[in-house]
């Protein structure tokens, strides 16, 4: 079955990088496009990148364009969020979510980025 | 940028239709998505391209789209259907948008 499973939020000051990787499993993670979408506590879910399965176009959120990089390692199933210049804004749970044909039919749980002094 | 509007809440008593709108002047280029999250917990898919229902979604839920404006209908809305919807869709650049998202109270 299909499993994605973020890891790398925690508590960091403004103005530091924080890096996130989604392990993903269950499918041909090389075959399909994948996308980053983070939720503010208490708000509603804001997509933030997306890259395509082959790593050769990425798109991003103007909130975070310029800030955040999203990358893949097809070799190792895994896709990250490299996150620069944090901001308190920048506090949600970051999930990674596979993409069908523009479907994101499959979500992880998240991991939490808390951007604080 | 684009947008995507829902309304904030819809009530319904249980067995009532409830019906979720979203409005996006791509929506008659565009598909609209739909996704369930319950309190803590991740998103689930309840309607993709408009209108087809993956399989493990009850029948309940159903989608249609006409010009600017996306709709989900649960009819006969369940107790467990509780919880936030948002539209989804992309704009001309393939970047992905949700809607404000619509909190469904069923009571």
């Known amino acids: 079955q299909v499993q994605l499973v973020e890891s790398g939020g925690g508590v960091v000051q403004p103005g530091r990088s924080l890096r996130l990787s989604c392990v993903a499993s269950?499918?041909?993670?090389?075959?399909?496009?994948m996308h980053w979408v983070r939720q503010a506590p208490g708000k509603g879910l804001e997509w933030v990148a997306v890259?395509?399965?082959?790593?050769?176009?990425?798109y991003y959120s103007d909130s975070v364009k310029g800030r955040f990089t999203i990358s893949r390692d097809n070799s190792k199933n895994t896709l990250y969020l490299q996150m620069t210049s944090l901001r308190a804004e920048d506090t949600a749970v970051y999930f990674c979510?596979?993409?069908?044909?523009?479907?994101?039919?499959?979500w992880g749980q998240g991991t939490l980025v808390t951007v604080s002094s | 940028s684009y947008e995507l509007t829902q309304p904030p809440s819809v009530s319904v008593s249980p067995g009532q239709t409830a019906r979720i709108t979203c409005s996006g002047d791509a929506l008659p280029k565009k598909y609209a998505y739909w996704y369930q999250q319950k309190s803590g917990q991740a998103p689930v898919l309840v309607i993709y391209e408009d209108n087809k229902r993956p399989s493990e979604i009850p029948a309940r839920f159903s989608g249609s789209s006409s010009g600017t404006m996306a709709t989900l209908t649960i009819s006969g809305a369940q107790v467990e259907d509780e919880a936030d919807y948002y539209c989804y869709s992309t704009d001309i650049s393939a970047r992905g948008v949700f809607g404000g998202g619509t909190k469904l109270t069923v009571l």
């Open positions: 890259i395509w399965y082959d790593g050769s176009n990425k």
């Open positions: 269950g499918f041909s993670f090389s075959s399909y496009g």
């Open positions: 979510a596979k993409e069908d044909m523009v479907t994101l039919d499959y």
